[in-house]
């Protein structure tokens, strides 16, 4: 969660990332997903997706849900390219 805690406090609640701090960590953290999406609604649908409980802004558990779902599109991706080679 290390990588999430600088991003989260900037627009108010600082054990929380806004939708504005989730586009932020995104766009810089994961600057290579971002930039590779052909879809510009993705990342809006994704932040809709984690915020379970619809408040606007991911809290903990709502980001490891991030962090999970990135481990496991990760492994997938290994796996496939494994595959081939």
Excluded: W
């Excluded at 805690?5 to 627009?11: Q, S």
């Excluded at 994961?30 to 609604?41: E, I, S, V, Y």
């Amino acid at each position: 969660m290390d990588h999430i805690k600088p991003f989260a406090g900037k627009d108010s609640n600082n054990s929380a990332l806004s939708k504005t701090e989730f586009l932020t960590f995104m766009s810089t953290e994961l600057a290579a997903f971002t930039k590779n999406q052909k879809d510009p609604g993705v990342l809006d649908r994704m932040m809709k997706k984690l915020d379970v409980n619809s408040e606007g802004q991911l809290d903990f558990q709502e980001s490891l849900n991030l962090i999970g779902g990135l481990a496991v599109a990760c492994r997938e991706s290994c796996s496939r390219s494994h595959k081939y080679t």
